[in-house]
């Protein structure tokens, strides 16, 4: 099973555009306010990301369209 955190984001016109499964498509009907989070990685072990934001379903029918409100970049703790 993904989760909706696997799935990959694209940016389009200072939006983002991310795919959800079923249950998170679900929620995302009833409370359109969202975090995503990016965590750190390999190419930057030391920050992760994390953007506030409104979801709208996409022209497809199957990805949300991000409007961000605010992010973070936020530092990890050392030794992680």
Request: avoid cysteine; glycine fraction near 12%.
């Amino acid at each position: 099973t993904r989760r909706s955190s696997d799935l990959p984001a694209g940016a389009e016109g200072g939006t983002l555009v991310v795919g959800a499964g079923r249950r998170t498509a679900m929620n995302i009907a009833d409370h359109p306010e969202v975090t995503l989070l990016w965590p750190t990685d390999a190419a930057d072990p030391k920050h992760s990301l994390l953007v506030d934001g409104t979801a709208a379903p996409g022209a497809d029918g199957e990805t949300f369209v991000i409007t961000p409100t605010s992010a973070i970049l936020h530092r990890a703790r050392a030794g992680r």
